[in-house]
């Protein structure tokens, strides 16, 4: 009986892959929360676009989501100013906690909500939306870049025919420093409606409507994460390439909200 009574859901799974059906779940379930925090995303940005005009604009804007990691943040932060693209913005969004002292450099902003969301998405949207780029890129508060990340991703991008999205390789580190392994894994977004190989700290992708996270509160047991499915969505209406040089040191820290991935 109880094979029976699953069949459907079986069914489901092999259609449309269950990382689509649980995401479908949370939207439902979720929905009256993100309308409220979109509509606080809204305000931020006004209040700090006044406070910050004119905004930043540059080929590429790096976006840094924090909340109270002062020394990672300002590795995170050296390692994006570092990186060998000179043309770009680099802007941080702390969620609520207040910010640390960070390197002098005009190309770089700083800047706080007015309080905590604890909704990784709304921080860096907020991020997104303050900044005028043709490409922005994404890095969290305890990861890195290798200073060719934005190069290796801009040299596809930016080629003939080339797609509006790519990701690069990850190497996945642990809290000791060791090196846990390297994960990449060209894009199939078939592939990715069943597992989770998708991370937004190596996406590098052209502006568009489409290019925002969602806004659902996702606590560490809501399944896929935001980064999922934002790469998902925007390969809906735009091509995505994996590039297979590993150009992030990710930190697989069981005290943040990171992913466990299937690759």
């Not at 996270?213 to 969505?233: A, G, I, K, Y």
Request: hydrophobic share 45%.
């Amino acid at each position: 009986m109880r094979r029976i009574t699953r069949a459907p859901w079986e069914l489901l799974k092999r259609t449309f892959g269950w990382l689509v059906l649980f995401e479908l779940r949370n939207k439902v379930v979720l929905l009256p929360s993100a309308l409220r925090l979109r509509r606080f995303e809204t305000a931020e940005v006004r209040r700090l676009a006044a406070a910050a005009a004119p905004l930043p604009a540059a080929l590429v804007a790096t976006v840094i989501a924090t909340h109270r990691r002062p020394d990672a943040l300002r590795a995170a932060v050296r390692s994006a100013l570092a990186q060998t693209v000179r043309d770009q913005v680099v802007i941080v969004v702390d969620d609520g906690a207040g910010l640390p002292e960070l390197p002098d450099d005009p190309r770089l902003l700083a800047v706080s909500l007015a309080r905590n969301t604890g909704v990784a998405g709304v921080v860096r949207n907020v991020g997104i939306r303050l900044t005028r780029s043709r490409y922005v890129a994404f890095l969290d508060d305890d990861n890195l870049w290798e200073p060719d990340h934005l190069e290796r991703a801009l040299e596809v991008l930016e080629s003939p025919g080339g797609p509006d999205g790519v990701y690069t390789a990850l190497r996945r580190v642990l809290p000791d420093g060791t090196e846990r392994d390297i994960l990449s894994v060209p894009f199939d977004r078939r592939r990715a409606a069943r597992e989770s190989f998708l991370d937004t700290n190596a996406f590098v992708a052209r502006r568009s409507r489409t290019l925002y996270f969602s806004r659902l509160r996702r606590t560490p047991d809501v399944l896929p994460r935001e980064d999922w499915e934002l790469v998902h969505r925007y390969s809906r209406g735009h091509r995505v390439r994996h590039v297979p040089y590993a150009t992030v040191r990710y930190l697989v820290n069981p005290e943040s909200f990171y992913t466990t991935w299937s690759g």
